[in-house]
């Protein structure tokens, strides 16, 4: 870990969040900083070196054997997302199904899009054991 935040500080990046999967955040919260008496887990309360870390199933395993989980650190504030229109809501009163239920089919569409501004701004791990 000290490596990957390493990374960051030479290219003058400040991480301020990790994202990673259940099972990565499984394992590095049952694995210990050090092997001395009285050590912290690398995942202790919901953060990591002081780093709030998101757990989602978005981000999934890396395929091959043995299973290797994935983990981004990084500052996200380099992450632009952007949004044009508004949300569209419609209605069919008419679907198949719904009709006869008495129901109404919804169908709700947001645009968004989003772009990484600053590559060197993430560090992504691949090869951390979760087997």
């Known amino acids: 870990m000290l490596a990957v935040f ?3 500080a030479l290219v003058n990046v400040t991480p301020n969040a990790i994202l990673t999967h259940a099972k990565v955040a499984t394992k590095l919260g049952s694995t210990l900083k050090s092997t001395t008496a009285g050590a912290d887990y690398i995942l202790q309360g919901g953060s990591i070196n ?5 757990v989602s199933n ?3 395993a890396k395929a091959g054997s043995p299973a290797k989980g994935r983990m981004i650190v990084g500052d996200f504030g380099e992450l632009v997302i952007g949004e044009w229109g508004a949300t569209e809501v419609l209605a069919n009163p008419y679907a198949a199904g719904y009709y006869e239920r008495g129901d109404i089919q919804l169908r709700i569409l947001h645009t968004m899009d989003a772009v990484v501004r600053r590559p060197e701004a993430f560090v992504l791990v691949e090869d951390i054991a979760i087997a």
Not at 50 to 54: E, R, S
């Open 50 to 54: 002081g780093l709030t870390a998101h």
């Open 58 to 60: 978005q981000l999934d």
């Open 6 to 8: 390493e990374k960051l």
